[in-house]
């Protein structure tokens, strides 16, 4: 099992996503995949300008972070963004006003990714991002597996980054500097990234995402893709309210909230729509000590005891040793007479053998 951390404190109102006239579902979600259960990745157009075979090719620098690390519910969602280094301030910082989605309004996520997604703008013209949707159903196996064969959230997460890169990298662009917010300590994240990509300058912090404006768009890509899958999962589920003077039926509200641990309204959700033996969907982390716990207490689910896979092999070591014709296992155990000499090193041979 694992336990789902946080190095941070959350906002629950600043991590719960936009209303749903409010929300804009950007071309990152892949709706069959994401309620099938699977993780997938999208890739945005790249400008022209910024692929190594134009004549005009400029260098770029390139942001990565990610969204939804500790939730039990939804994906973890990694994304990338990259642009002219010479744009990065004046385009990102002092037009658009990026910054890390965590300080961000719902509203105001939703609006910059709108933005970036529209043809006519200058970010559109100028940029090109990407995202991979990491499911709860992949997260959960990768770190349920046998003791041995873990598959931790650190190495998944790993393991989207450099696919990502190497994506950018495979259609055609400049990368000169790359930046990353962190997993774990910086140095030896760092150390892994430079050997894998030798000639882009790579810069890993903690905290990257207020520090640099590329990774400050990357986090908006992330968590804004994280939050339309939210609510494309929460749609999927199909709850709906009847109203009694009409007796209509209307969608409800989000009731999941955020999909973090500590925001209650995740919780009562989860209690509330447990199976007793499926427990939830593909939206939900497995691995997560708060889904286990509530699977486990007393309240959980069917308790199911698997039976020990019976080959119907039954022998003893000597068992192979008898000899033909010797009394069996079950004759000897009923009083029935075996040569011990025989049952060890086969029934002696006679002259007429000879």
């Given at each position: 099992m694992a336990d789902e951390t946080m190095e941070d404190p959350v906002s629950l109102e600043i991590e719960t996503p936009p209303s749903e006239s409010a929300l804009f579902i950007p071309p990152s979600i892949l709706a069959p995949a994401l309620l099938?259960?699977?993780?997938?990745?999208?890739?945005?157009?790249?400008?022209?300008?910024?692929?190594?075979?134009?004549?005009?090719?400029?260098?770029?620098?390139?942001?990565?972070?990610?969204?939804?690390?500790?939730?039990?519910?939804?994906?973890?969602?990694?994304?990338?963004?990259?642009?002219?280094?010479?744009?990065?301030?004046?385009?990102?910082?002092?037009?658009?006003?990026?910054?890390?989605?965590?300080?961000?309004?719902?509203?105001?996520?939703?609006?910059?990714?709108?933005?970036?997604?529209?043809?006519?703008?200058?970010?559109?013209?100028s940029c090109g991002?990407?995202?991979?949707?990491?499911?709860?159903?992949?997260?959960?196996?990768?770190?349920?597996r046998p003791q041995g064969a873990n598959y931790n959230l650190n190495a998944q997460a790993m393991d989207a980054t450099v696919e990502l890169i190497k994506g950018v990298y495979a259609r055609g662009v400049n990368i000169a500097e790359i930046y990353?917010?962190?997993?774990?300590?910086?140095?030896?994240?760092?150390?892994?990234?430079?050997?894998?990509?030798?000639?882009?300058?790579?810069?890993v912090a903690k905290k990257a995402d207020s520090l640099y404006p590329c990774v400050s768009a990357a986090s908006v890509c992330a968590k804004v893709t994280r939050d339309a899958a939210l609510e494309v999962l929460w749609k999927a589920r199909g709850k709906t309210t009847t109203d009694e003077e009409t007796q209509e039926e209307t969608e409800t509200e989000m009731e999941w909230g955020s999909g973090y641990p500590s925001d209650q309204r995740c919780v009562t959700w989860l209690k509330s729509n447990m199976h007793s033996v499926f427990g939830w969907g593909p939206e939900c982390r497995f691995s997560w000590g708060t889904a286990k716990d509530m699977l486990e207490g007393p309240k959980g689910g069917v308790k199911?005891?698997?039976?020990?896979?019976?080959?119907?092999?039954?022998?003893?070591?000597?068992?192979?040793?008898?000899?033909?014709?010797?009394?069996?296992?079950?004759?000897?155990?009923s009083g029935g007479e075996r040569d011990e000499l025989g049952s060890w090193f086969g029934t002696p041979a006679g002259l007429e053998a000879f």
């Open positions: 099938a259960g699977e993780s997938f990745t999208h890739f945005s157009p790249v400008p022209p300008s910024l692929k190594a075979s134009s004549p005009d090719a400029v260098p770029v620098c390139l942001g990565i972070d990610e969204a939804g690390r500790g939730p039990v519910l939804g994906p973890m969602v990694y994304g990338i963004f990259y642009l002219p280094l010479d744009l990065s301030t004046p385009l990102l910082r002092e037009t658009h006003h990026f910054d890390d989605s965590k300080v961000l309004t719902p509203t105001v996520r939703s609006s910059l990714m709108k933005t970036l997604c529209t043809p006519s703008t200058d970010l559109f013209s991002w990407a995202t991979s949707s990491l499911s709860a159903r992949d997260i959960g196996a990768g770190m349920l990353v917010d962190t997993i774990g300590q910086p140095a030896a994240y760092q150390k892994k990234l430079e050997r894998i990509f030798p000639t882009a300058k790579i810069t199911v005891d698997w039976p020990v896979d019976d080959d119907g092999d039954t022998h003893r070591v000597t068992d192979f040793f008898v000899a033909a014709g010797a009394a069996s296992r079950d004759e000897i155990e």
